[in-house]
């Protein structure tokens, strides 16, 4: 696993002096250190001068790997503002805490532009010809999607295959306890006591009740 500590390391930390590539600059002269490619077109490049150009849609932004630190309080617009510590995204994929500082800096270029004024005309990158405010809206809602899948692949990678059965059945089919105990031939309390242990695994594993409240609240 590259985590985003260790993609850290493989860069320098950047020259805030310096001006941040546009990314025209970064896709014609840019040396690629590591992709990731998501559902939705949307997709993370970072390239070997550590800057990182995050793609959703015809949305584009650019920062620098080393720019995602901190802890982030996720949702806050919404009211429920988790926050996930740094400490965590450190040592995760490298990818998932670039996809919130992805999110942020659209959402920064969303508020420049409403606050630019009346007599002002904000124009993005590509001149998109749409309604930047529904574009915006799209990108977030995509975003959300993609870190929402994201954290559900690390959290089902700690399961056994049977466990993440269990898991699918109950959270994704939306089975009952009994309706999964029927289909495997097993009694009611083995599958309630299976699901515990796995929901149970996964929390020592994440420590989801304190950085991902807002998942596992369904459980």
């Known amino acids: 696993m590259l985590t985003l500590k260790k993609v850290k390391e493989l860069v320098e930390a ?26 939705h077109g949307s997709h993370l490049t970072v390239y070997q001068s550590g800057y990182v150009l995050f793609s959703a849609g015809k949305r584009n932004t650019v920062f620098h790997i080393h720019d995602c630190c901190g802890d982030y309080a996720y949702d806050a617009a919404a009211g ?13 994929e490298w990818h ?3 996809l919130f500082e992805g999110e942020r800096k659209m959402e920064e270029s969303q508020w420049k532009c409403e606050g630019a004024g009346q007599g002002n ?5 590509h001149a998109v010809a749409e309604d930047w405010g529904e ?3 799209r990108t977030i809602n995509v975003l959300e999607k993609i870190v929402e899948k994201e954290a559900l ?3 089902m990678a700690v399961l056994t295959k049977k466990q993440r059965r269990l898991i ?7 089975k009952t306890h ?23 695994r996964i929390r020592r594993k994440f420590d989801f009740e304190t950085h991902y409240g807002w998942i596992t609240g369904g459980f």
Do not use: W
């Not at 005309?121 to 990158?125: F, G, K, Q």
């Not at 699918?168 to 939306?174: M, S």
């Open 168 to 174: 699918h059945q109950q959270f994704v089919l939306g």
């Open 153 to 155: 692949h690390a959290m």
């Open 96 to 98: 998932i805490r670039a």
């Open 121 to 125: 005309v904000c124009v993005s990158y």
């Open 14 to 39: 950047p020259v805030h002096t310096k001006r941040v590539p546009s990314p025209k600059v970064l896709l014609e002269e840019g040396l690629i250190l590591i992709s990731k490619e998501f559902d």
């Open 135 to 137: 574009i915006a809206d």
């Open 80 to 92: 429920r503002g988790d926050v996930i510590k740094e400490e965590y995204f450190e040592n995760c």
């Open 178 to 200: 009994q309706e999964i105990a029927d289909d495997m031939g097993i009694s009611r309390g083995s599958v309630t006591r299976a699901v515990n242990q796995a929901l149970e």
